[in-house]
């Protein structure tokens, strides 16, 4: 539970090797030792690794197998994280999956793997999450959105499809949950240079994880329901979003 003057203490992370959510949990944490971290993750290097540069910041770590892929998995990490330790002040929605976009609006499995992972799984968290923080009466949700949800591309729409669901989701579930003392935070980020885009161009406007970090921290002391990284990408996203199509589709997007 949040403390006198209100900073976070216990943080449960969907995706615990996530760049971003890595990064805003350092910037939730500031400086202040004994803050207690839940890193939901497949066990391996990543995870371990995770662990050890939070520790190294001075935070209580453990760690939770998560599958993404698998529902018994998921159902069962976030019982644990809420059925052992404090209340959790907040709770980071963010694992997801980029895949292979030309492979994906070709290949039904590939199709199906990005809508479970990226939708499926998303709602059905928050649905649990949820849950339990209102459960608690006090919390906040973390969702990591895209601005790729904004409007398809040529480039990414299947991805782009899954992350406008989860979005919209996150979006309905804030509105939902207000009145039990729960916030939902809706991060739409731009393109974030890090290990899920490594080998990618970076695109303009483009933001490191602690770029997204701060923007989030500050989203959630606001008390803010929605948030781009950068604030600049809101007003782009939204002239894109009204282009003719005749337009739109000459842009190399």
């Known amino acids: ?35 207690q ?14 662990s050890t540069s939070l520790q190294s910041a001075g935070m209580q770590v453990s760690e939770v197998d998560f599958d993404a892929t698998d529902r018994t998995s998921y159902e069962r990490a976030i019982a644990s994280c ?3 330790g404090a209340d959790v002040d907040v709770v980071m929605v963010a694992f997801g999956l980029l895949g292979d976009q030309e492979r994906a609006w ?10 479970q992972v990226n939708y499926a799984a998303a709602v ?15 919390g906040a949700i973390i969702a990591m959105s895209s601005a790729a949800g904004e409007r398809p591309r040529r480039s990414n729409f299947v991805y782009g499809s899954t992350k406008a ?16 003392g729960v916030q939902v935070l ?6 974030v240079r890090t290990k899920m885009t490594d080998g990618l161009d970076a695109a303009p406007l483009s933001q490191t994880p ?12 606001a008390g803010r329901h929605t948030v781009w990284a950068p604030p600049t990408m809101r007003w782009v996203m939204s002239v894109l979003r009204h282009l003719p199509r005749s337009v739109f589709t000459r842009l190399p997007v």
């Open 1 to 35: 539970m949040k403390d006198a003057v209100g900073n976070v203490q216990r943080v449960v992370v969907l995706g615990g090797t996530s760049d971003i959510a890595l990064a805003t949990v350092l910037r939730l944490a500031g400086r202040r030792p004994g803050v």
């Open 210 to 221: 602690e770029q997204v970090a701060e923007v989030i921290a500050a989203g959630l002391l």
């Open 106 to 115: 070709q290949d039904v499995d590939a199709a199906l793997e990005l809508v």
């Open 37 to 50: 971290v839940t890193l939901a993750a497949r066990p391996g290097e990543r995870r371990a690794a995770a």
């Open 186 to 191: 809706v991060v739409r980020p731009g393109f």
């Open 165 to 180: 669901g989860m979005d919209s989701f996150y979006t309905g579930l804030g509105y939902a949950v207000a009145k039990d």
């Open 124 to 138: 059905a968290c928050g649905v649990l999450v949820a849950g339990r923080l209102r459960a608690q009466g006090h």
């Open 82 to 84: 809420f059925e052992t």
